[in-house]
Nanobody, 121 residues
Framework: VHLVESGGGLVQAGGSLRLSCAAS????????MGWYRQAPGKQRELVAT????????NYADSVKGRFTISRDNAKNTMYLQMNSLKPEDTAVYHC???????????????WGKGTLVTVSS
């Protein structure tokens, strides 16, 4: 599975951005996808996840009510709509896919290279 993020950039506090993650390769093996972020000097943290089957979503408390994760299965693309952005949202945002390597036996995580989001105050 190959993942490519896009949509990052510089935005003022209170503004919005939409990130995209295009998946290619063995996309039918993907169980769930998610967005993670890593700010300078900090560990990578979960932002939001979405399952492939039911589309169940999960959000970090820090982004609930401001961010929305979604997917377009026909385009093999996942999105993260980010509203009411804050300076503390500044980070490199990475796309993640949890996929089967051998269906029902074991899987692995795939990562994109990331896209930088900078929120100015």
């Amino acid at each position: 599975v190959h993942l490519v993020e896009s949509g990052g950039g510089l935005v003022q506090a209170g503004g919005s951005l939409r990130l995209s993650c295009a998946a290619s390769g063995s996309t039918s093996s993907i169980k769930a996808m998610g967005w993670y972020r890593q700010a300078p000097g900090k560990q990578r943290e979960l932002v939001a996840t979405i399952t492939s089957g039911s589309g169940n979503t999960n959000y970090a408390d820090s982004v609930k009510g401001r961010f929305t994760i979604s997917r377009d299965n026909a385009k093999n693309t996942m999105y993260l709509q980010m509203n009411s952005l804050k300076p503390e949202d500044t980070a490199v945002y990475h796309c993640n896919a949890d996929a089967w390597v051998v269906a029902g036996l074991y899987g692995m995580d795939y990562w994109g290279k990331g896209t930088l989001v900078t929120v100015s105050s």
